[in-house]
């Protein structure tokens, strides 16, 4: 095939490299807007698996690279004066110009052609006489936006403004340095590439940029304030730019992730950043592009396969792959984007936050790489927890919480779960049982399911409820076995259906109308949940004060069954819900329109319940941080607001859930999905929370405490088929303090016994 190679990059002369090794037959030529030698940026880093591609790929020019790699293993967190060095991360990296030198060297050898100062433009018809024109021109790839549209791209453009800079300074760790100055934060990405060179990104805000007047100055000036800036760390070496001798490339830089649809157009492919960009901060950049030109050169020299077979192989393949990095990436960018959000944190817990920021690396890779800075960190969080009182070293899911004077054992809780089995609201055997167990199964804090206030704001036939004698004895009953058999506390989840009431079982039918005996259903506004689901009647202010009042009512009943705890359910587009979104809520009175106006009647009752429960005693909010519809429904920015406006009426914990509150919402799923609105309440409003959504794991719930991102755990379907998740973690984790009903302790000094055998295996095996 003949074929040409537009960009000298990475991707570009491993793509030339690698068709070479497959058939010397293909011609290939390279074009480079830049003469050899020159190119952006420092130093790039690799991990352990990319080396391991690259050596199987081509040994040749993988042994140069790791003769000539940078190694380190600790990475240092600068911030607030102190120093946290965690060790074990193993890093490899070299500097950009030498590894396409070596690159270059290599692709001439197997007869590669390369062209220098050739500026390459999508229009020229030359590149009609090439069978393939692979696209390797980077993130501002001309190619690639000469056919936007038959790409699909996709560009966003982060907040933040950065700027590659190099220094003789020798960084013997992967650093990170925060300074806090009086335009705000700013900090350094800094590590060596080479014996007496490191790479150094300066990254701020875009105000910290244009507060510094970095938007006015030139780059030697630039590099003057930053070298002043960071000089402590710089041990009197100068910061060094490369941008001024390149074309098509600037100093200080807005990332831009780019995503495409397509990878291919015509005889045009993309490969490397021209198809996909990863932030740079998970440094991963280089890495895509070699892989993604190991794919293509394997699928397009695999006989019998046609082109469109191979492209579409190369693509569904790598873009897998990068969809991945891109979502680590992202967690990534988004770090750095809201740092503000951290900057209140001890220097211990903001470098565990750095660390764990991508949502890749967690609590037990930690421990894997360094056990006892792990240590540190969980003896820390024992200190915080118990007020100095423990200096335990222990997984942060099994530390105590205190909410008004309620101290939970642990940070795992049971979320609400509607069981959809009572008759009448009266809780029976089924839910003695239930509730019970999963009492004794080991979690801190237990909720009971949505139980409603009245017999019309039930969702269904089957939900338990808190407005008459027989429940209360019922839940008594239950609550007492709780408290005589095991160390939880238990908190009734109170709410009201409004609109999404009146329907069948839940797994009969969620939110689908029963077939007979509907009652009529209230709601904020006129807006049904759906076209089949009732128009519900918008609440008048007499509704708004009985309702109130059926609330306090079933507070003093929860107050006599012995609850610890009571949540107001103010979430998931039921009544108050139904006020608090947009979607749902059209009124024009004083309870409609602006946020405050939507709050006006969930705080009202909310402020009433609180005054019905006692002042030792704590109490939740259940809300949806989002409505999954963008700009019209409730944003993540906005939850903050409703949970500040909840705490200054009492509540002590914002139980964050999401969504649920319209039904074309465009939910995003995936491991602890709805964590990130937890982590932004509790540090933007400085507010207790609770996190939920798809968090199965230990290892999960671990990291999201010591990260700081809630302070309590809330697992709701794990809790369905394991009412002992708990007590199997600490098995797991061979955590012995924990609460075990004396008739289970033999099973689970057992599964312990079991679990460690199997791990011990394991690790023998990866030996
Ligand atoms: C601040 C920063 C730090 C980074 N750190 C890392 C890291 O630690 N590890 C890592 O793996 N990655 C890192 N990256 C990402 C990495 O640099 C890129 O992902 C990688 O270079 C992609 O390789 P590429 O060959 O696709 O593109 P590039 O390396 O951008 O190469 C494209 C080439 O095409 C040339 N070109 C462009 N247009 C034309 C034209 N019209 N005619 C002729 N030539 C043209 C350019 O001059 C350039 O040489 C970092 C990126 C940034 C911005
Ligand atoms: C069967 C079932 C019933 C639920 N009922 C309630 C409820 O009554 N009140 C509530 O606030 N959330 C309810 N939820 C939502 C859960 O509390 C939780 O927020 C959600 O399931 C996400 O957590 P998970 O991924 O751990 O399951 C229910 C969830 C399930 C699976």
Redesign the pocket.
Known sequence: MKIACVGAGPAGLYFAITMKLRDPAHEIDVFERNPPGVTFGWGVVFSDLTVDNITRNDPVSAKILTDEFAHWDDIDVHFKGETVTSGGHGFIGIGRKRLLEILQDRARGLGARLHFEAECDPADPKWRQYDLVIASDGINSRFRDAEAEAFGVDVDERRNKFVWLGTGKVFDAFTFAFEESEHGWIWAHAYRFAEDCSTFIVECSEATWKSFGFDRMDQSEAITVCEKLFAKYLGGHRLISNAAHLRGSAAWLNFRRIKCERWSSGNVILLGDAAHTAHFSIGSGTKLALEDAIKLADVLNRPGVSLQAALDEYQSERSLEVLKLQNSARNSTEWFETLERYTHFEPLQFAYSLLTRSQRISHENLRLRDREWLETVERWFWKRATEGRSNKTAPPMFAPFKLREMQVENRITV?????YSAADGVPNDFHFVHYGERAIGGAGLL????TCVSPEGR?SPGCTGMWNADQLAAWKRIVDFVHANSKAKICL?L?HSGGKGSTKL?WEGNDVPLESGNWPVMSASDVPWSPINQVPKPMTRADMEAVREQFVTAVRMGLEAGFDMI?L?A??GYLLSSFITPLQNRRTDEYGGSLDNRLRYPLEVFAAMRAAWPSDRPMSI?ISATDWAGEDGITPEESVLIGEAFAREGADLI?V?AGQTWAEQQPVYGRMF?TPFSDRIRNEGRLATMA?????EPDHANSILAAGRADLV???????VDPFWTIRAAAQLDYRDIAIPPQYLNGVAQLARNLKRDAEAAAAMRV
């Open positions: 979320s609400p779960m509607a069981m909720f009971t399911e949505m969702i989840q709410g839940g949540e359910h979430a998931h259940r139980d859930s709805q939920v959504g798809n968090i199965y809330a697992l709701a379907r794990p809790h369905l």
